[in-house]
């Protein structure tokens, strides 16, 4: 009888155990994806537009790795539009009790508040978290001053932390391990105040796992997903099976962009509590800033969407998208950058000067003047 009890308690923790290492999707009751039937996406006629002031930058053979990660660095322009971007925050090496948090995919801001880092461990295909940073407390510290602090804040001293890493670590939450996909797509909607993403799962770098597009949305309370939105993307003869990247505007409105092999298409939409609409806008771009889609921000000041590639970022007005599309050649600005590090996402914490994720020491960087 004992033998017996003692079996069922062992079952019981391990279906238990099961559970709670399982992804959030399935282990959280809370958690609910919402199955949409119609399509999310409308197709109206097309016609090229010939961006000739935006230039293709060729993604490197090899990345430039930072050497010394105990000075602060700058990222200088190159060609096209003149800015340089400088440490902000030197972003921490390891992470909390030495976890290997892996490569940074993408950034979000809500304003002065919190950024937040999704990060990818490369050992776990499609899986990451997010880690969340109280910026106004930790730049009322003076971390901007000594970038150094927060890489070091799990570096222990003599065997243990100091009182300022301790504080620093208060300021800091890291996430659970879930679902994110490749991760490049966090964003911030500055209309309901909510975190966005898509679950865009591959089974290789750039290939979709299915044709379904998946939304999720991010409970900032838990940095994990509370629900999803599944949804096909077709109409009248193109299908796409979501995206990767993501940007909103003070209205709501969300923003991706995409590269089908002819030119760079780019989509508005909404996103709601249960349903996802998106209409691929009227103008295909025939050049691209360059060979990977990193990433799409929005200036909230300027009011203008940024599309960023590794060393190159175009923009233009959001505004120019309205109705059949009003955009030229005149209304994008363009800019290439050295040296060759990844540019994994841009976000504003509401001024004008973009904050710049980069990776090969992981790190933001604040551009010096409205950009």
């Not at 948090?101 to 950024?115: C, E, H, R, T, V």
């Not at 955009?327 to 990844?342: I, V």
Request: hydrophobic share 35%; glycine share 8%; with cysteine.
């Amino acid at each position: 009888m004992k033998l017996t009890r003692t079996l069922a308690c062992c079952g019981l923790f391990l279906a238990l155990t099961m559970i709670f290492f399982a992804d959030p999707s399935t282990a959280q009751a809370k958690f609910h994806i919402y199955h949409q039937r119609s399509s999310a996406l409308h197709k109206g006629s097309l016609r090229n537009l010939n961006n000739k002031k935006v230039h293709y930058v060729k993604v490197p053979k090899k990345y430039y790795h930072v050497a010394n990660t105990d000075v602060e660095h700058t990222i200088k322009s190159e060609r096209g539009k003149k800015v340089s971007f400088h440490t902000r925050y030197i972003l921490p090496l390891p992470g909390k009790n030495g976890q290997h948090w892996g490569n940074p995919q993408s950034i979000a801001m809500n304003g002065k508040g919190y950024m937040y880092i999704v990060y990818c461990p490369t050992d776990l295909h499609n899986k990451g978290r997010i880690v969340r940073f109280n910026i106004k407390k930790l730049d009322a510290m003076g971390i901007r001053l000594h970038p150094k602090e927060l890489r070091d804040a799990y570096h222990k001293r003599h065997g243990k932390y100091s009182k300022t890493q301790q504080k620093i670590h208060k300021y800091i939450k890291a996430g659970p391990i879930f679902t994110t996909g490749h991760g490049q797509s966090l964003a911030y909607n500055w209309k309901n105040h909510g975190l966005y993403m898509w679950r865009d799962v591959e089974k290789a770098p750039r290939v979709p796992i299915n044709n379904w597009g998946y939304i999720q949305h991010i409970k900032a309370s838990t940095l994990r997903p509370d629900f999803a939105i599944r949804f096909h993307l077709h109409s009248h003869g193109t299908s796409v099976p979501g995206g990767h990247d993501l940007t909103f505007d003070h209205s709501g409105n969300a923003y991706f962009w995409s590269f089908p092999g002819w030119g760079a298409y780019i989509f508005k939409g909404k996103i709601h509590h249960k349903s996802v609409h998106f209409r691929l806008t009227h103008q295909v771009l025939k050049h691209l800033p360059g060979t990977r889609i990193q990433s799409m921000g929005y200036n909230p000041v300027r009011k203008r969407l940024l599309m960023l590639s590794d060393a190159s970022i175009a923009s233009f007005p959001a505004k120019r998208l309205d109705g059949h599309g009003h955009l030229t050649n005149g209304s994008f600005e363009w800019t290439q950058f050295g040296p060759k590090r990844e540019f994994e996402g841009i976000a504003y914490d509401g001024s004008s000067r973009g904050n710049l994720l980069v990776n090969h020491c992981p790190e933001v960087l604040q551009a010096d003047r409205s950009y």
